[in-house]
């Protein structure tokens, strides 16, 4: 199951839906909204938003390229659009396979294209402002300082320059 | 008429999520570039970091464009 939903994620229920009887593992990623605080500011809530249907094809082509890769039978993904709250989660990902270690490995390798391909964005929303992350854009007084870097390190950038 | 769609800090940056533009047959990305830039001047600044879509795929700067495309500006994703 590939999908993107606007309400809270129910992790139990999506680790019971990969259970099967041909599997040994079950590996689940599950991303959370982390508080960063800094000069007496904090973030309230972060808030994402996609660009749909694209990036539903293109959670769909993480699974493909999964299956390509690992021995797996079972891959969910499933990402939260809107605010979300401190502590919540924003993605669940799900992968069943007869052996640990192509379960680790492919729940890893989709957390990461996550942050590569698939177009949804988030906007840290601080008590004193907000910021894009990524594009260090918002409202923020201090939006050009290093604080607002924090979503650059992930390699999630797909320049118009290297798509020449 | 071209639609073109504009997401987070692009979006953001342009005031508006949704602009429609009159173009030509054959017309290159990197042609419709300046005329957005041109509209939005905030957009200007944050040329590098973007990527582009063509009907829901990404697409290379010298791909062509026809009317009743939807075209996408695409900040650094940040899902996750």
């Known amino acids: ?164 | 008429m071209i639609k073109v769609l504009l997401f987070g800090a692009a979006a953001d940056r342009a005031g508006t999520r949704e602009i429609e533009l009159p173009v030509e047959e054959g017309v290159t990305l990197a042609e419709i570039w300046p005329l957005l830039a041109e509209m939005h001047p905030d957009l200007a600044p944050m040329r590098d970091t973007l990527a582009f879509a063509v009907n829901g795929e990404y697409a290379r700067k010298d791909a062509g464009v026809s009317p009743g495309d939807e075209v996408a500006v695409l900040p650094p994703v940040s899902g996750g």
Do not use: N
């Open chain 1, 1 to 164: 199951m590939f999908t993107i939903v606007e309400k809270p994620l129910d992790v139990g229920a999506l680790i019971q839906d990969a259970q099967r009887r041909d599997c040994g593992a079950i590996a689940t990623f599950v991303g959370t909204t982390r508080i960063d605080e800094s000069e007496g500011a904090a973030v309230e809530y972060l808030e994402y938003e996609a660009y749909r249907p694209m990036a539903d094809r293109k959670l769909e082509e993480i699974g493909a390229e999964i299956e390509g890769r690992w021995d797996v039978r079972y891959v969910s993904i499933v990402h939260r659009l809107g605010r979300v709250d401190p502590g919540e989660a924003s993605v669940a990902i799900v992968v069943a396979a007869p052996r640990r270690g192509p379960a680790f490995e492919a729940s890893r390798y989709a957390i990461e294209r996550i942050k590569e391909v698939v177009p949804i964005w988030k906007r840290e929303v601080w008590s004193d402002g907000y910021v894009w992350v990524g594009s260090q854009v918002g409202t923020r007084d201090q939006v050009t300082g290093v604080r607002t870097f924090r979503g650059m390190d992930s390699g999630q950038r797909i320049p118009w320059r290297a798509l020449r």
